[in-house]
């Protein structure tokens, strides 16, 4: 698929961008699920002309909005970013996006799982980055934890250095193209909830609700889709070491096509701020493209 | 100026220097890269105090091994040839500073 710009991210800042981009004519998609939104299931009563208001409502609202205006929601997750305009886009469903520009409205995510054990082994076998600890598993057990594309892709990943791979999904949102790579590749997985890591001086074993235990040298934790941070060095732009993404005025990165808004690039986390942004965000995009054309 | 180590002299750097801070990364692991920037600032800052240098874990799997470990950033801190402090994980200077204890 070619379009003009593809923002990353459908909570407020990202369906602000869409609005505005679509409407200045330019082609847009927007990855990312709604219901990932920070906003998703939360009450607003701080933005500006809004009484309380349940999140998901104003969410919906506004993406119909940004779809009556020309935007395609496409549902699926960012795995893979590279090139530098035109952007190419690895989606969890297989597909390919190619765009002149790109908006990383990712937002923050969480990133812990918040268990017993999860803090006290960081760094003895516990990691939240199999991509880059992979190689120190070489022979050993792994098991990976989390629910969406990150989860399936290092499990499918794991399973060419660990000697045995575990993927715990207990709520599965990665798409089946990628389940299925990381079962094909050999991954095992189990459908319950993790509720404790343990060991002793380092991880030995993690415990599921439903009683099973596993065997492990490593739990990777790997919640969500790939994240901002990853994404942001996959286009050449250097995030903060909180993963913020610095951005100016413009809601420019500093590498060309490049835009960034809401959450993702700091303080304040408030829905006011990323419609801001995310207003700015998807007219510079969309200036940016007019002006290669 | 951040030194290069590897196999061969790892050790010596260690011996040599009363305070020493190493950032363990590799080329591929993105919070390593974001590190990178704040520990070149480090040695800047840190210059005549304490000695910093990189190594890389992918091409030095031997020294990982030895100081077990398993995630990567992690920095090692020695004090006077032994190692005081294991830091894991991306974090600003400033957590890097006051964990280095320098006032």
Known sequence: MDIDILVIGSGPAGVQAAIHASRKKAAVAVAGKPSSSAMYGTGIENYFGTGPRRGEDILSEGIRQAEAAGAVFLGSNVISASGTGPFVFGMDDGSEIRALSVIIATGISRRKLGIPGEKEFFGKGVSYCAVCDCNFYKGKRAVVVGNDSEAAVSAALMTSYAAETHWVTWNTEASDHLVRRARDAGAVMHGSKPVAIEGAGKTESIVLEDGTRIITDGVFIELGARSSADIAMDLGVMPQTDDSIKVDGNCFTGVAGVFACGDVTGKPWQVAKAVGQGCTAGMSAADYVRGLK | ?103
């Open chain 2, 1 to 103: 100026m951040v030194t290069e180590l590897n196999e061969s002299n790892f050790d010596s750097f260690v011996e040599s220097n009363s305070f020493v801070l190493i950032d363990c990364w590799a080329p591929w692991c993105g919070p390593c890269r974001r590190m990178g920037p704040v520990i070149e600032e480090l040695a800047s800052d840190l210059a005549g105090k304490v000695a910093v240098a990189k190594l890389n874990t992918d091409e030095n799997q031997g020294i990982a091994i030895r100081f077990q470990i398993n995630a990567i950033p992690t920095l090692l801190v020695f004090k006077d040839k032994v190692l005081v402090d294991t830091l894991v994980g991306l974090r600003p200077k400033e957590d890097i500073i006051s964990a280095l204890g320098i006032q």
